[in-house]
């Protein structure tokens, strides 16, 4: 097969998101869309990038949050759907090892942004229920005592990038009860949550400082799954008011390229409101500490099998 490479680009000037394009809506484009001629149009972002936009920069007044007196900087943006990407921003370039980044002006103008992705999947209204029936009387994390989960079946994007990776799982039984597959699930979400943990673990020792989690995307209608991220990362958990976050840093955009408002930031600040704040339970502190040493524990572990097997 012949791949044929072309040298043709489209253009050469590249805009900040939320510039006006051009001018506006061609008469063709506003007949089929049927809107007038001239509308402005905004230079876009992909779908993460625009759900980082609609969340992070959100008016925070009035929630007892560390992050309000903090440059936004010190907020990370997780959008969770099919894999979890992880949006934090710098006025300064930061480089983390196994993190993709930073690009100049990729999401917020005028700001670096680094990205973290983070591959999972989701089901969880029957699950979640049955969890608080089997539970009893002790907190429902404590259910994966002796089950424990890496999550990178499909490689590790970040923080380590390392694509041959294979997920584990510890501690399973011979049962196969409705029980049994609720606690695997709940492992399973609080190993997506360890992996943020260790993404963030990553950023600060690079140079981050993170104070807030701000979620937004499908998992975050999962209260399981946004308690678990609080409590595992130790850190408060911001729920947009508007759960398409995504589609609210699209209209952030359309919003700047109209010009009712002066940048980005402003729109941010005006757009995005606080739906929801989690807290982490600090009595759980000491047991997530625990299991977080034993996920460090399991990749460490398939790197020495897998050096075994490759050795002479």
């Not at 007196?69 to 196994?98: E, N, W, Y």
């Not at 981050?208 to 130790?234: E, R, W, Y």
């Not at 005006?270 to 625990?290: H, I, L, N, T, W």
Request: with cysteine; proline share 5%; aromatic share 8%.
């Amino acid at each position: 097969m012949r791949v044929c490479f072309s040298h043709v680009y489209p253009g050469n000037q590249v805009l900040s998101p939320g510039a006006s394009l051009g001018n506006g809506l061609t008469p063709e484009a506003a007949k089929d869309l049927g809107l007038p001629a001239g509308t402005a149009v905004a230079a876009s972002l992909i779908d993460a990038h625009a759900g980082g936009l609609g969340v992070i920069g959100a008016d925070v007044r009035g929630y007892g949050l560390v992050c309000e007196g903090q440059p936004v900087t010190s907020r990370l943006a997780v959008i969770c759907g099919t894999s979890s990407c992880h949006m934090g921003i710098s006025k300064d370039p930061i480089f983390v090892p196994g993190v993709w980044g930073p690009y100049f002006s990729a999401m917020v103008p005028g700001f670096c942004k680094v990205m973290n992705v983070f591959i999972c999947q989701s089901v969880y209204a029957y699950l979640n229920s049955h969890l608080d029936l089997i539970k009893k009387a002790q907190p429902v994390g404590f259910l994966t005592v002796d089950l424990h989960v890496w999550p990178d079946f499909h490689g590790n994007r970040s923080p380590l990038a390392d694509l041959t990776l294979k997920g584990m799982v510890t501690g399973l039984k011979l049962s196969q009860d409705l029980d049994d597959l609720a606690i695997l699930y709940l492992a399973t979400v609080q190993a997506i949550a360890f992996g943020t943990r260790f993404i963030i673990e990553a950023m600060e020792a690079a140079g981050h400082s993170i104070s807030t989690l701000f979620l937004c995307g499908g998992l975050s209608k999962n209260p399981l799954f946004v308690q678990m991220h609080a409590d595992i990362t130790g850190l408060p958990v911001v729920l947009s008011q508007e759960v398409e976050s995504v589609l609210v840093g699209a209209a952030i955009l359309s919003a700047c390229a109209s010009g009712d408002f002066t940048s980005v930031q402003e729109a941010m600040a005006k757009m995005s409101k606080v739906g929801k704040v989690v807290f982490p339970r600090q009595e759980d502190k000491k047991y997530y500490d625990k299991k977080y040493q034993v996920f460090l524990k399991l990749v460490e572990h398939q790197k020495e099998y897998s050096a075994i097997m490759s050795g002479d």
